[in-house]
């Protein structure tokens, strides 16, 4: 009669077991996120068990986490682990449940959690989530029993309703995966067009750093370009430690491989990778863990540089993060180009304004139509006139009267396309000091700006950019030559005028100074007294003077306490810069030394 009852009520119990697994399975099918339906399924399984909370952990591929959206009580953010980490890391591996009475008696528990929140964990049921086919997607834990202990039914009962709603989290995972992923290439065209419309290749390099980095969860990134000048990659931005331009050859590390070679490298570990050096690693401090490295190949097909990624989050970079950065710096290296090509340019228009701006000569450069387009400095001061008076100014009407005979000059250069030289040249400017006329010398050379074509022909009126006036102020040099003729042969003075920098002015040089002083050398004389700081400062520029010297530097004074040193003179080297550098870290190094020894001595 006893083992009928019990019989009956397993049976009643089963039931009403299945009648619940086909109400969660109602429940879900109609919920529409994966949020709502880990928060139902926990709400539901800690209900029936009568235990205080629950947390249903997913497993994310991409990075090797579990993670849960919702868990009750307070712990409402999302969590994220590590999926061999923990009891739940364990189960998640080891694909069976269990049941634990005293976490705390279990070594795999992870006591910081409950530290951190105030929460007392006290015994758990942690099963695997399994597909019909067997996968395990996540884990499900719940903890605290409120009466009793939990039993092996309730283990059951968990591992039924994991099993029962695994179909519809997979769903809700797929559809958020579509979701994430559209979102992703709506992104991924947004940041391309973004990153293209600039045209500063510093902070182009910056944005296509920041933007490889966020987009494949890495923790720094660097872009190199080929210098093909120097067959040296560089890169402007090095993110993560604040690194300005760095260099290396176009064939060195990973880098160079995958410049020289085309193709991408996947080093999950990268200590493990001959190729790595990890010399950088030892002078940064930093570890690198997984490289992605992919080649920058602009639209002929030719490498321009590479993108090299670094440690990616929750392990190595998959084909996925690979194809996105292929597809990423295929879009941007059309804009990389443009935007080197343009700062090569501005850099070429600033060396020749600068050169124009410091030539002692006067320049003046009128387009094809006639206009003045630019006339430097000393072309102003030649000419005695501000820029407004002569920029965008028609050359026939600046060119008038008196300068009339400059412009027909100008006119035949045009015609013939032949330069034209006329030398001691006099002509009339005014003097704005005393509003007066005033005659200067120059020599005056013009010349026809002409672009060839690719044949290398120059007859084609379409090539004609323009004319080039450059004048040569004479007049001090003549009245010079006349007041040295008075006393000397003029055959001497000309020599000397054409040799006077070399003869008479002395060198122009590029010479190396070192300043160096005491620190607190006002206290120390104080305490020490005259004849203790003489004694002091013998012994110091001793030491000093010799670290000068062992670099090829020469004393040129001694200020109080501080010392100026040159390097380069008189007799300059190609490393003038280095040794002084090299001085002044020996200067360094042998005062610690010597401080050891008066320390040693009581002093």
Known sequence: MVKKDISIEDTQ?????????LEITRKIAGLKTLSEILWSLIEFVTDEL?????????????TNELYSRIAQGELTREIRILNNVGIAGAIFQNRIGEIIHDVY?????????????????????????????GDVIGVIQVLNKKKGRFTKDNLLFVESVATQAAVSIQNAQNSEHFEKKRAKEME???????????????????????????????????????????????????????????????????????????????????????RFNPSFDKQTGYFTRSILCVPVVNKEGKVIGCTQVLNKSGGKFSDEDESRLKAFTQQVAIALENAKLFEDVSKSRKYNESMLSSMSNGVITIDSEGNIVTCNKSGLKILKIDEAEIIKKPSKEFFSENLAWIFEKIS?????????????????????????????????????????????RTDQADN???????FEDISSEKRMKSTMSRYMDPGIADQLLEDGADIMGGLDTTATLL????????????????????????????IMVECISEQGGMLDKFIGDAIMAAFGLPI????DEDRGVKAGINMISRLWDWNEQREKDGK
Do not use: W
């Open 13 to 21: 119990e089963k039931l009403r077991r299945t009648e619940l697994l």
């Open 50 to 62: 009568s235990s205080d909370r629950g947390t249903l952990f997913l497993n994310d591929k991409e």
């Open 105 to 133: 008696k279990d070594n795999r528990f992870n006591k910081e959690v409950d530290q951190e929140t105030g929460y007392h964990t006290k015994n758990m049921i942690c099963c695997p989530v399994k597909t019909v086919d």
């Open 188 to 274: 991924f065209i947004n940041i391309v067009s973004d990153v293209t419309a600039e045209i500063d290749l510093g902070a182009l390099l910056q944005r296509v750093m920041q933007e490889a980095t966020r987009m494949l969860n890495a923790d720094r990134a660097t872009l190199f370009l080929n210098d093909e000048k120097t067959n040296e990659l560089f890169s402007r931005v090095a993110m993560g430690e604040g690194i300005g331009e760095i260099r290396l050859p176009n064939t060195a590390g990973i880098a160079g491989s995958v410049f020289t070679s085309g193709k991408s490298m996947n080093i999950p570990y990268a200590y493990a990778d001959l």
């Open 412 to 456: 035949s250069v045009n015609e013939s396309k032949e330069p034209e030289i006329i030398v001691d040249a006099e002509i009339e400017v005014n003097n704005p000091d005393t509003d007066k006329k005033e005659k200067i010398s120059v020599n005056l050379t013009i010349l026809p700006l002409i672009n060839e074509d690719s044949d290398g």
């Open 464 to 470: 004609f950019l323009g004319t080039l006036l450059m």
């Open 515 to 542: 300043f160096s002083d005491l620190r607190s050398f006002t206290t120390i004389t104080e305490s020490l007294g005259a004849q203790g700081t003489v004694k002091l400062l013998n012994e110091y520029f001793e």
């Open 572 to 575: 300059s080297h190609e490393d």
